[in-house]
Structures are given as structure tokens and as C-alpha cells.
């Protein structure tokens, strides 16, 4: 009979992480079940790549005070790179009300010790991107310690050095079901055969909630496509610049390659495993990329290039981190709702302090994030979602 001491279903780079900091805690019989033949084929390789602390919520900035600096440091940590790229967030505003948003969460990411974020003028954003049209602009925040990673890449590192430390992977591993002994998760039954653990965390990413009813317990979480849109090369911006913001319509825009990434939340998209790339997303993506900055009305752009990828929704729009009360045993490192690579390396940690010895540094209050919350109706609100 094959046994573990944790169970994680996915290999993406939250369930990656999450194998890392408990090998690195000292716990060394953990398998990592993928089910696809390579890991990061889910929403990890479709991500943008983007890492803030410029979020509304104590707990997302929290997570992003522990994410982006261990980002910062991952290439010597883990003898890997990360890509990590400190070019900032830029958020742009147009209307006085969202001034006012952006000074009130800078309040809060500075009580919590967010030293580098701060306010911009007009004049201050159009000296970092001059191509941006700015006859409404009033100003805006930016954050220097904000910018980007290589997904991929990172969780290749958090997977290498877990296994490196006696975790063990299995693709081709799908989990049919999830074991119940007694009221607790005892394992796991996949394509593979069935596995005996006392621990179980799911972090299946849009397929959350499916591996949750196997395990016969509820977890709100739907898959939403979002479609990104890369560029040819283009050379009249530079590359150099932070990722861009536009708050007006919520279109945003970092540099890739020798071009430039698009991005836009359709608030018309509907829930669902939608993986096709709607034709019609390009044009309604780059008619506000060509009224914010004007020169991109030139940009070319392949559809063969373009993709689609899966967010995975919580009702709040916050990560659903902890165990379940109803089946204990059973963890979900689950709904991060757009924030999942960002937050992979604090999710990495809260899960493995839980496990290990049921609480974490990492934020100050876990119970905000727990699955319980829904039951309780206690739901947070984060308004910073891209």
C-alpha cells in the first residue's frame, strides 16, 4: 500500500509551493499528484505574471509582503531563477474617486509596512510613459517593488528543490476520489492507484471544486476565462516601463519579449472551462489599448499568438486557504481569483506552518481565509482585482 505524509493534488505552482516550504519545514513524504503528463499546463503557464502589493485588503497585502520579496531572493534560495522583474505597477487614474481609492489603500499597505508605494502627478506618469494619453489623467499610484515573474519557471524551482528534499511526483495522476476514514481524509484514489495520508490539500486550481465534492465537502469556486493578448515586437515604448493600469476601464498592459502583453477583465465573460480564444476579444482590447496610448494603434498582433486561461473565482475574491472543518485532515489552497502565482510563495508557507503546527506568521489572521468563512457569511472584499 502506497502511504505519504501529505497528499497534494496539483502541480501547478501553488501545490509546487506548497511542497517546497513543508520539505523545507522537515517534512519530507510528500507526493505531489499532477494529472496532466507535465506540470504548469493549467493556470500557472497561461498566467501574466504580474506580483503587487498595491491590494485593498490587509490580507492580500500581507501576502504580498511575504510573495514578492521571497520572489526577490528565489534565484539563490532555490539555485533557480524566477524571473522576478521590479519594473512596478502603475495605476493610472481618471476620476477624483479613484485618487481617493489609491490613498486610502496606501494608507493601509503602509500600516503594514509597504514602504515604497506611493502617490504620482500626472506629470510624474507621463515622464515614466510618455506615450500614454493623458489629457484626463489626474495622477496615480505607483510601486517600484511591484513587476513580474516567469510562472513556469518559478514553479520548476519550488518542484526541483521539493523533490530535491524527498517530495515525490506523479504525473499522469488523475485523483478519482478522495478517502474518508472515520470522518477524516485518509488519501486519495487516482488513475494511479490509491495513496493513504493523513493530510489531503487540494490545490487544483478551476478544478477546485470538483476535487472538493469528491472529498464530499462544498467550495465555491468557478473557473472564469481570461484571455491575454501579446504583441509583435514594438519599439516605440520601452520595455522598461511598469506594468500599466488604465482605471478608467481596468485595460492593462506590461511589457513581453521584444513587445508588449494585453490584458482587459470582459465584464461580460461568463463562468465556465472556456480554454478557445474569442476572435472578437482582440479588437475590444486593442481599441482601448489605441485610446490610452495612441502610437498602439500600430501594434500587430498574431491570434495564433494569443491565448486563454482560467481564473479560479471565490465568491470574494480572496484565496480559500485552511482546513475544512467538516472533513478534518482535507487543506484547500484553493480561489485566489487571479493572485495564485503572485500569492504561491506566502500560500506555500501559511499551508505548510498549518499543517506542521496549525498557525502562521505569515498574516496575522488565518481564520479571514479559511472555508469556513461561508458558512459564517464573514466574506472579505478585495476591489483591487485585475
Not at 98 to 110: G, M, P
Not at 262 to 289: M, Q, S
Request: proline share 6%; hydrophobic share 40%; charged share 20%.
Amino acid at each position: 500500500m502506497q502511504t505519504a505524509d501529505v497528499i497534494i493534488i496539483g502541480g501547478g505552482i501553488v501545490g509546487s509551493s506548497i511542497a517546497y516550504h513543508l520539505t523545507e519545514g522537515g517534512c519530507r513524504n510528500v507526493l505531489v499528484l499532477e494529472r496532466e503528463a507535465h506540470q504548469g499546463k493549467g493556470s500557472t503557464g497561461k498566467s501574466m505574471g504580474g506580483v503587487r502589493a498595491q491590494f485593498a485588503t490587509r490580507v492580500n497585502i500581507q501576502m504580498s509582503l511575504y510573495s514578492i520579496p521571497f520572489y526577490a531572493t528565489f534565484d539563490e534560495r532555490l539555485g533557480h531563477p524566477a524571473g522576478y522583474r521590479p519594473q512596478g505597477y502603475l495605476f493610472v487614474a481618471t476620476k477624483p474617486s479613484h485618487l481617493e481609492y489609491l490613498r486610502t489603500n496606501q494608507r493601509l499597505q503602509k500600516s503594514l509596512g509597504l514602504k515604497d508605494v506611493r502617490m504620482v502627478s500626472k506629470a510624474e506618469i507621463v515622464a515614466m510613459v510618455p506615450q500614454l494619453r493623458s489629457d484626463d489623467i489626474l495622477g496615480g499610484s505607483f510601486c517600484p517593488s511591484d513587476g513580474f515573474v516567469d510562472p513556469y519557471s518559478a514553479m520548476t524551482g519550488f518542484i526541483k528543490s521539493a523533490v530535491e528534499s524527498g517530495a515525490t511526483v506523479w504525473k499522469s495522476a488523475e485523483v478519482t476520489h478522495v478517502l474518508n476514514e472515520s470522518g477524516r481524509a485518509s488519501g486519495v484514489a487516482t488513475t494511479r492507484g490509491e495513496v493513504h495520508a493523513p493530510i489531503v490539500v487540494n490545490a487544483a486550481g478551476p478544478w477546485a471544486a470538483e476535487i472538493a465534492a469528491m472529498a464530499g465537502v462544498d467550495l465555491p469556486v468557478k473557473p472564469l476565462r481570461r484571455m491575454l493578448i501579446p504583441t509583435e515586437p514594438f519599439d516605440e515604448v520601452s520595455r522598461e516601463i511598469p506594468m500599466v493600469i488604465d482605471m478608467t476601464n481596468g485595460f492593462h498592459f506590461r511589457p513581453e519579449s521584444r513587445g508588449f502583453l494585453l490584458a482587459w477583465n470582459d465584464p461580460e465573460e461568463t463562468a465556465g472551462y472556456k480554454f478557445d480564444l474569442d476572435p472578437e476579444f482582440i479588437e475590444k482590447v486593442l481599441i482601448r489599448a489605441a485610446d490610452r496610448v495612441p502610437c498602439f494603434e500600430n501594434l500587430a498582433v498574431n491570434p495564433k499568438r494569443a491565448w486563454a486561461g482560467l481564473y479560479e473565482m471565490s465568491p470574494d475574491h480572496h484565496g480559500i486557504i485552511g482546513e475544512f472543518e467538516e472533513l478534518p485532515g482535507f487543506y484547500a489552497a484553493n480561489g485566489f481569483s487571479g493572485h495564485g502565482v503572485m500569492h504561491a510563495p506566502a500560500t506555500g508557507k501559511i499551508v505548510a506552518d498549518l499543517i506542521t503546527s496549525g498557525t502562521t506568521k505569515v498574516i496575522d489572521d488565518v481564520t479571514v481565509i479559511s472555508p469556513a468563512r461561508f458558512k459564517s457569511g464573514k466574506l472579505l472584499h478585495e476591489t483591487a482585482v485585475l
